[in-house]
């Protein structure tokens, strides 16, 4: 029998992705109840940054698929001071933010993603860095395993790390 994560397939995240990022943006601020709705996630610009993908602004990303259909995604985003997210470190380091589709958790899907855009972002010579909600142990130990580390000034804020 074929593995799961041996069926997963890992492509380049592209602009046409901007369904799949409005649906992971949205999963990843309902991670512990649901909270906010795909309007909300579209209409509010703290939100709908997360959703548009802007090679030309630096950002990049990761798509894992199995049966062709899209199953999780990494992706970094280049923003500015002036459009902070909530893991914002400074104009040089993308935020990343990374979703895998609940039926495919616990399958090394989400290292495997995270894995493949670190990769990038080394050969990018980049660091990122990414905020985990307070009470999300399951990501912050994923994160930490991989080598993020918390910014000191902003453990309040669960903001994190990983420099090449």
Known sequence: MVD????VRLRPLTAADDTL???????????AAPRFTVADVLESPEFAKYTQLSLS???FGVVA????????????????ARDAGYGFVDDRTPEFSLWVHRTHRDRGIGRRLTAGLLAE??????RVSLSVEAGNSRAR????????????????????????
Request: charged share 20%; hydrophobic share 45%; net charge negative.
């Open 4 to 7: 799961m994560v041996d069926r």
């Open 21 to 31: 990022l409005a649906t992971a943006t949205l999963e990843n601020l309902n991670w």
């Open 57 to 59: 602004r630096g950002d």
């Open 65 to 80: 698929e199995a049966d062709g259909r899209a199953v999780g995604v990494a992706w970094a985003l280049a923003l500015s």
């Open 121 to 126: 972002a080394t050969l990018r010579t980049c």
């Open 141 to 164: 130990h994923l994160y930490e395993s991989l080598g993020f580390t918390a910014v000191p000034d902003r453990t309040a804020d669960g903001v994190m790390l990983w420099q090449p």
